[in-house]
């Protein structure tokens, strides 16, 4: 069935190192949805990709969409502490009803300040 | 942000007894979710509500029972659960037939099953 792969699982950085989470499907997307969710806390939805090669940035996070849709990457520059929390990528779930997510298993990020 | 608001944050309850979780959404959405979130696990889709009709059921164990009154209510009703349904649940709202829109969570209930 349809998957969303998401790598590393873990990441833990010294403050003000980058960090690069790395999301893969197994299907071509035609969006991909980023989320944060800090510890204790619930999913926030931070951005939509929709293009192809597209590329968003928020601040010191910049978002990538693969040429082929299949791929996306959510890279923070200089992490702080407000940095910590887990990232989701999502993608619609073709195989469900409209509005439906698949959600990967998420990359958890613990900044050592 | 308060726009899809959850209630107990916590929950403790015994196998034989039977609770309800509650979720409210202020956005004026017409889909609503129930997703659990365990430990090592991605989140999982238990239910969705589109325009107040249950559209999809993901294989959900009966024990576990959804309501949707109307389109800003939607309930979760638990009965003799089990220890392994320990776990955040998650409610969530969107509106659906505008392309891409995103997910909007509330804080969640923490359950655990004793």
């Known amino acids: 069935g349809q998957q969303v792969m998401q790598i590393p699982q873990y990441q833990h950085v010294q403050e003000g190192e980058d960090f690069t989470t790395y999301c893969n499907s197994s299907?071509?997307?035609?969006?991909i949805q980023w989320y944060k969710q800090r510890p204790g806390g619930h999913p926030v939805f931070l951005i939509q990709?929709?293009?192809?090669?597209e590329v968003k940035k928020q601040k010191r996070l910049t978002f990538q969409f693969g040429e082929a849709k299949k791929n996306s990457s959510l890279h923070i520059t200089a992490t702080q502490t407000t940095d910590v929390g887990t990232y989701f990528c999502?993608?619609?779930?073709?195989?469900?009803?409209?509005?439906?997510?698949?959600f990967g298993k998420g990359t958890k990020l613990s900044v050592k300040p | 942000e308060t726009g899809v608001t959850q209630t107990p944050r916590h929950l403790v309850m015994g196998m034989t007894n039977k609770k309800s979780l509650k979720c409210e959404q202020h956005?004026?959405?017409?889909?609503m979710y129930w997703y659990k979130q365990s430990a090592k696990k991605p989140l999982e889709l238990m239910f969705v509500?589109?325009?107040?009709?249950?559209?999809e059921n993901n294989s959900v164990p009966s024990r576990f029972s959804p309501e949707c009154p109307n389109s800003s209510h939607l309930f979760l009703h638990l009965h003799t659960l089990q220890p392994e349904d320990s776990a955040l649940y998650l409610c969530?709202?969107?509106?659906?037939?505008?392309?891409?829109?995103?997910?909007?969570f509330g804080n969640g209930t923490r359950l655990t099953v004793t």
């Open positions: 969530a709202s969107s509106q659906v037939y505008i392309y891409n829109s995103p997910l909007h």
């Open positions: 299907t071509t997307l035609s969006n």
């Open positions: 990709l929709v293009k192809s090669g």
């Open positions: 999502a993608g619609p779930d073709y195989g469900g009803s409209q509005g439906n997510l698949i």
């Open positions: 956005l004026g959405h017409n889909a």
């Open positions: 509500y589109s325009l107040e009709e249950r559209v």
